[in-house]
């Protein structure tokens, strides 16, 4: 058995969800208010608790959990954090452009315009514009989460239309949603807390790949049976990138897991590293799918116009990563100190004091709301994988940046840690391969592409 993940309920079984935290605040620089400063979770298990950052009564932000018990004994816990009050990061940062005092956002109330980062800026942030605007018509990219979110599509519609993003609808056949059966019609009961990571996940694959077709495969229940169905319904459908933002411990039927609904040549699926620090997690430590580790994304003054470093907010909040009790060692992955699967592949923005802006009206939220954790990096770099194109048949593209390693086409993260493991590359970043971060963040679509 799984043990119950830290900070997660009793009652919530094997399985939580991972990441959607909510942003903190981060680049008070821009605004001239100082260094940045993190929020640190509250360890209850309330499932409406807050949490207060330690920080400037100018920068000062709270958050709520919402959804923290699962709907049943054996379900992944549903951790889903959003911004309640203070100041978010591109609220700083598009204030100190403007000239004006930010605004602070109120408790349980969403935002009426985005206060956090969109599709412009994660386009500029991985070298992205031009792709995204050129590539990636014919292409689907899956979204796999469990429970149904009715809203799904008239909020996909709202983000899309506010950014100016191509319509993607079931009307003009780029948005479909379905059961892990397929059915159009009988699909899961609703799920206000599952409700806000479905929207954050089509928000961020829309924001990289807007040219693509989106379908949402939604679970029964948030067991690995029934996603690990979900998974294997995408393929069928024909989807050839397919992500995933949940994980829970290791377990010994991981490996079985592995073959029965990841093993797909062909198909980049990704899945989101975790959020509670350093410690492997399934199905992140497939061999079959690509790690997504998380970052912290600042505006910069330097050639790239961005920094990253390992998100880490506090001991028990901050980007997965580690080495794998159970799954072998893919022949591609090299590294030498960790004899099984080595987590993450690669990265990208996660840290809640830099999350993005997300449209949901049926989680909760009830329009423009911020997100973070590494359930935002997982549907980023499906989208990036789809921008580079349908992957060979027979390959397994959690190889394809393992190709561009040390290279141009990957952005190196070499500062942060995200836990203790002595100096050890599985938990502090360094100068090419580290576990928190992998090889880095995409910079195009090169290493992408098989």
Not at 43 to 49: G, L, V
Not at 316 to 326: D, L
Not at 414 to 433: D, H, W
Request: proline share 5%; aromatic share 8%; with cysteine.
């Amino acid at each position: 058995m799984r043990s119950t993940p830290p900070n997660t309920p009793a009652t919530s079984g094997r399985w939580r969800r991972v990441g959607s935290a909510a942003v903190a605040t981060a680049a008070l620089l821009l605004a001239g208010l100082g260094t940045a400063a993190h929020a640190d979770a509250a360890p209850t298990a309330a499932a409406s608790k807050q949490a207060t950052a330690s920080a400037p009564a100018s920068a000062k932000v709270t958050w709520t959990r919402s959804c923290a018990v699962p709907r049943a004994k054996g379900e992944m816990a549903c951790n889903a954090l959003r911004v309640t009050g203070g100041i978010t990061a591109f609220q700083l940062r598009r204030a100190a452009a403007e000239g004006i005092t930010p605004k602070a956002l109120s408790p349980r109330a969403a935002s009426d315009s985005p206060t956090g980062y969109g599709p412009d800026d994660l386009q500029g942030a991985y070298g992205l514009a031009d792709a995204a605007a050129a590539n990636g018509s014919g292409e689907t990219i899956a979204i796999v989460d469990a429970y149904d979110d009715p809203n799904a599509e008239s909020d996909l519609a709202q983000y899309r239309s506010y950014y100016g993003l191509p319509e993607c609808s079931s009307d003009n056949g780029c948005f479909k949603k379905v059961s892990q059966t397929g059915s159009k019609t009988s699909l899961p009961t609703a799920d206000s807390g599952w409700a806000g990571e479905i929207s954050l996940d089509l928000d961020m694959a829309s924001a990289i790949c807007p040219n693509c077709s989106l379908t949402l495969v939604e679970a029964k229940s948030a067991s690995m049976t029934n996603l690990g169905t979900a998974v294997n319904e995408a393929v069928k459908l024909g989807a050839k990138f397919v992500s995933n933002s949940y994980g829970g411990s290791e377990s010994s039927s991981d490996t079985g897991w592995d073959s029965s609904y990841f093993k797909h040549p062909g198909v980049a699926i990704t899945a989101s590293a975790g959020d509670e620090g350093y410690g492997a997690e399934y199905p992140a430590a497939s061999r079959y799918v690509t790690a997504v580790g998380g970052t912290k994304l600042s505006a910069s003054s330097n050639s790239r116009g961005w920094t990253e470093s390992v998100w880490h907010t506090s001991s028990t909040e901050g980007t997965g990563s580690g080495c794998s009790s159970y799954d072998i060692k893919p022949s591609w992955q090299t590294d030498t100190g960790c004899a099984k699967r080595t987590v993450a592949d690669v990265a990208a923005v996660a840290d809640p004091a830099t999350g993005v802006s997300v449209y949901d009206t049926y989680g909760d939220g009830t329009g423009w709301v911020t997100y973070g954790g590494t359930s935002a990096a997982a549907p980023i770099i499906a989208g990036v994988y789809a921008l580079g194109g349908t992957p060979s048949s027979g390959s397994y593209p959690a190889q394809f940046p393992y190709r561009a390693a040390g290279t141009s086409d990957l952005n190196d993260v070499t500062s942060g840690s995200n836990g203790s493991c002595g100096s050890s590359y599985l938990c502090t970043a360094r100068s090419g391969y580290d576990g928190p971060t992998g090889w880095g963040t995409p910079e195009g679509v090169a290493a992408f592409t098989g």
